[in-house]
């Protein structure tokens, strides 16, 4: 699976959109682009997927690249219970296939 | 979506005994689940991928004879620490996918003493 690389730390004002980068400049044409939050001593919580269009669902949205060699995560009003850290994942989607996790992304939301 | 339940959440054990933890998919069919350790302020460490009916395969540097994995049927598996040392403390993750997604157990805190 590609490598992937975040900032280790990001601040955001409560109200205020989110915008976490990822680069995966290895992604090749087959890897999805997979993100995951863990807020502190909890299991990792699904937030949304995509190949190479851009993706949103209830929770964010998803912007990918032209190239696919990176990409952003949006979480449009953030709130305090969104204080998290923020994995980006590239995989190739197949049930049969276990996720790699990086260093991710410590978001604090501040009040 | 789907749903992994682990037990115990948290659990304390002297030094030299063993710790079963258990990881269930409660809803859907898990033929193989994933297991995970997480130390304070690092990201998850895949340890080993279970699969049902067969023997896990471990990831490097990861002790087979120490974390015992167990994958009896489609929605459990285990992992025993056995003799367990205060450096085994830590956070032990389950996950198993369907649909193209892994979903993640609540985690069980194992501290060793």
């Known amino acids: 699976d590609a490598k992937t690389t975040q900032p280790t730390s990001m601040d955001c004002a409560e109200g205020r959109a989110a915008n976490l980068p990822c680069n995966h400049s290895t992604i090749s044409g087959n890897e999805y682009v997979y993100w995951y939050r863990q807020i502190h001593s909890q299991g990792p919580q699904y937030i949304i997927h995509?190949?190479?269009n851009n993706e949103t669902n209830e929770m964010a949205s998803l912007i990918i690249t032209e190239d696919r060699k990176s990409s952003t995560l949006i979480l449009p009003h953030a709130t305090l219970r969104d204080t998290a850290v923020y994995y980006c994942i590239v995989r190739v989607s197949n049930t049969g296939n276990q996720f790699y996790f990086g260093t991710g992304t410590s978001l604090t939301v501040i009040p | 979506g789907a749903v992994v339940s682990q037990h115990p959440s948290w659990v304390i054990c002297k030094s030299g005994t063993s710790v079963k933890i258990e990881c269930r998919s409660l809803d859907f069919q898990a033929t193989t689940m994933f297991w995970y350790r997480q130390f304070p302020k690092q990201s998850l460490m895949l340890m080993a991928t279970?699969?049902?009916?067969?023997?896990?395969?471990?990831e490097q540097g990861v002790e087979k004879d120490k974390f015992l994995i167990n994958h009896a049927s489609l929605t459990l598996s285990t992992l025993t620490v056995t003799s367990a040392h205060p450096e085994d403390s830590s956070f032990y993750i389950c996950?198993?996918?369907?649909?193209?997604?892994?979903?993640f157990g609540q985690g069980t805190r194992l501290t060793v003493v």
């Open positions: 996950s198993a996918s369907w649909d193209a997604e892994a979903f």
């Open positions: 995509g190949l190479k």
């Open positions: 279970s699969n049902e009916g067969s023997k896990a395969t471990y």
